[in-house]
Structure formats: structure tokens, C-alpha cells
């Protein structure tokens, strides 16, 4: 059931390991769509370097490659963001889980008598 | 460097990060984490591997059944484990929990990530202390 979807937030969180290649999905979620030259001219590395950052991105099946006209534009695939932040939010859930009861254990042993 | 006192740990990595201030000292906190008996009364149901590094075992959670391998112990202040659903062992994460000394007792520190997010992840079992230090 979740385990499809934690290997999916694993993709995910692997790709963005990297510092550029966060800065390149923050400015996608921010444009919607933008060409390799375009991404290059708005962060501080080379168009070389983005376009690997692009490639590694479409791997992991974060980002897909649209063609317009002589260009090909990129955009971010919105579905393995929100595996990501399933993940996040049902492994803090469980995190919660564990240190309420350990709190509730810790008030046990404080009641006297 | 430790995970759980990176700050920028939830950006870099976007990791999962929860803490507890417990009222005792370091000394008197470190079985709730050191002693698997004591791992079963708040953090897993069953807990199959001993706290010691290269240690492993299957943990039963309310979820289901993981498998575990411990990868660092710090007596008296940190454990970190590997652990995964055997039906998806690609969904590996990494779990350290860390014990810190604050004014009103001691804080309990539980970081979890998963392990492809870390740049340069050991593989094997007993890849150890460094992992803290990755980056």
C-alpha cells in the first residue's frame, strides 16, 4: 500500500539530494515551465550543468520535457512531490505516535505511589 | 556531522525530525534507547536486534514487520539504524535517535530520512560511524 509510494519519496528525495538541482524545481514550481537556457540565465551555473541537473530530474520522473516549437520546455510532474510529502507526513505521524507514548510512559512512572 | 544537530538537515534532506525533553539525566535516559525491552514499551512493538553496531533483527511496528540493522552506538547517547519493509527494500531509511543534555533534563532527538537522499550512503551493514559524518 505505502511501500509503492515510500520508493517513489526515496526517487525523490534522491534527486533532490542536490543543492542546484532543488534551486532548478524550486524556480519550476515558481514558472510553471522553462527552457535549459532560460533556467541557466536565472541561477548561478552554466546551461551544462543544468541540463545534467535536468536529465537526472527526468529520470527520477520529477520533471518532463515538453516540446515547443524549436525549444523544449520542462516542467515539474507534480504526483512523485506529493509521494515525497505522504511520506514525510506519515513518518512524522508515526514519529508522533511513538514519543506520545513514550511520554505517556515516562508520566506513568512519575505518578506516585 | 550529526544529523540531528544539522539545521539545515530539513532542507538538505527533508527529513523527518521530532524531539521529546525527558526528565532525567543522559545517564538515566539512555535505556529507553540502549535497552530493547525498554525500545518495546514506546517505539516498536517487538524489537529483534541488540543495540550494538553491525546488530540486526526485525522490528515490529504497528504497520507491519521491518527489518533492521543497527549502524552507529553511542553508549549513553546515540543509535542509528537502517531499516525497511522486506517487501520494498528499496524504501530504506535511516533512523537516529540522539540523546542531548539540555537545563531541564535531557533532549531525545529522532531524526528518520530515506537512505537515497543521503549524497553518499553506505550500502553494507556495519558501514557505521561515519554515516553521521556523510556531506
Known amino acids: 500500500m505505502s511501500e509503492q509510494r515510500d520508493a517513489v519519496a526515496g526517487a525523490v528525495f534522491a534527486a533532490l539530494a542536490d543543492p542546484t538541482r532543488r534551486a532548478v524545481v524550486r524556480r519550476l514550481s515558481q514558472v510553471g515551465s522553462a527552457t535549459a537556457s532560460s533556467l541557466a540565465a536565472e541561477l548561478p551555473v552554466t546551461r551544462q550543468a543544468i541540463a545534467k541537473h535536468l536529465v537526472a530530474l527526468r529520470e ?42 513514550l511520554e505517556g510512559r515516562l508520566a506513568e512512572r512519575a505518578t506516585p505511589g | 556531522m550529526e544529523l540531528h544537530n544539522d539545521p539545515t538537515l530539513a532542507e538538505e534532506y527533508l527529513a523527518v525530525r521530532r524531539e521529546l525533553v525527558l526528565p532525567f539525566t543522559r545517564e538515566e535516559a539512555w535505556p529507553l534507547l540502549g535497552d530493547p525491552a525498554e525500545l518495546e514499551t514506546w517505539f516498536a512493538d ?35 539504524f537502517r531499516w525497511w519493509d522486506p517487501a520494498e527494500p528499496d524504501a530504506e531509511t535511516l533512523v537516529e535517535m540522539t540523546l542531548d543534555d539540555v537545563a531541564d533534563g535531557t533532549r531525545l532527538v529522532v531524526v528518520e530520512l530515506p537512505v537515497q537522499s543521503l549524497p553518499a550512503a553506505p550500502a553494507s551493514p556495519g558501514g557505521g560511524p561515519q554515516l553521521a559524518a556523510t556531506r
Open chain 1, 60 to 101: 527520477a520522473g520529477l520533471v518532463v520535457a515538453d516540446p515547443v516549437g524549436r525549444e523544449v520546455r520542462f516542467r515539474l510532474t507534480p504526483a512523485p512531490f506529493a509521494d515525497a510529502m505522504g511520506w514525510m507526513a506519515s513518518t512524522g505521524a508515526r514519529w508522533d505516535e511513538r514519543l506520545a507514548r
Open chain 2, 46 to 80: 517487538e524489537v529483534g536486534f541488540e543495540v550494538e553496531e553491525g546488530a540486526s533483527g526485525p522490528v515490529r511496528v504497528a504497520e507491519g514487520e521491518r527489518f533492521a540493522v543497527v549502524e552507529e552506538v553511542v553508549e549513553g547517547r546515540r543509535i542509528s
